[in-house]
T-cell receptor, first 119, second 114 residues
Framework: EAGVAQSPRYKIIEKRQSVAFWCNPISGHATLYWYQQILGQGPKLLIQFQNNGVVDDSQLPKDRFSAERLKGVDSTLKIQPAKLEDSAVYLC?????????????????FGAGSRLTVL | KQEVTQIPAALSVPEGENLVLNCSFT??????LQWFRQDPGKGLTSLLL?????REQTSGRLNASLDKSSGRSTLYIAASQPGDSATYLC?????????????FGQGTTLQVKP
């Protein structure tokens, strides 16, 4: 089974520039997550999709961050304009849970991440 | 507020030692708890998952326990090896369903010296 694919792996930009990250989840996984992991901290959930609908985006800084999941498969996370404090690794994860499936562990599989440095 | 805390932040042990990593959470109403491993520059790899109805899970040299009433979980690593060096993250899914938010601790960075 192919894993969660993310690109680019590394990106360096200057503040106020824009950047976009792409994620391709495991085939058949209905739920997709974007996490932000700042150096020395645990991952923080930015947004969670169920198919192509948003389930939770309460911690997404909506004035500068946006995300979409086209046709319930791939997803793109965009930052515009970037700030210094956005320097972090952006992790994408997916899980099998489908709407109506109340049971099951809902185990997440993570991609390798996209490391962003804002100068 | 639902929070997950891991202590210590870093740990260094000689090869062969048994060790325990700690995770505490603020709300006993959890759905499950998961331990992950993260190597430098890599994503997270799931190690063990414990459902709220379980007390422990084992995989090879790893054993994870869960005590909901005290809000604690431990990850026990037996006979540590240099290859175990990594950051270990505890993540708790709060609530009563598998749709609850997965909240991570800040991790414990383990170094096993040969």
């Amino acid at each position: 089974e192919a894993g969660v694919a993310q690109s680019p792996r590394y990106k360096i930009i200057e503040k106020r520039q824009s950047v976009a990250f792409w994620c391709n989840p495991i085939s058949g996984h209905a739920t997709l997550y974007w996490y932000q992991q700042i150096l020395g901290q645990g991952p923080k959930l930015l947004i969670q999709f169920q198919n192509n609908g948003v389930v939770d985006d309460s911690q997404l800084p909506k004035d500068r961050f946006s995300a979409e999941r086209l046709k319930g498969v791939d997803s793109t996370l965009k930052i515009q304009p970037a700030k210094l404090e956005d320097s972090a690794v952006y992790l994408c994860a997916s899980s099998l849970r489908r709407a109506g499936n109340a049971g099951g562990a809902n185990v997440l599989t993570f991609g390798a991440g996209s490391r962003l440095t804002v100068l | 507020k639902q929070e997950v805390t891991q202590i210590p932040a870093a740990l260094s042990v000689p090869e062969g030692e048994n060790l325990v990593l700690n995770c505490s959470f603020t709300d006993s109403a959890i759905y499950n708890l998961q331990w992950f491993r993260q190597d430098p520059g890599k994503g997270l790899t799931s190690l063990l998952l414990i459902q709220s109805s379980q007390r422990e899970q084992t995989s090879g040299r790893l054993n994870a326990s869960l005590d909901k009433s005290s809000g604690r979980s431990t990850l026990y690593i037996a006979a540590s090896q240099p290859g175990d060096s990594a950051t270990y993250l505890c993540a708790v899914r709060f609530g009563s369903s598998n749709t609850g938010k997965l909240i991570f601790g800040q991790g414990t960075t383990l170094q096993v010296k040969p």
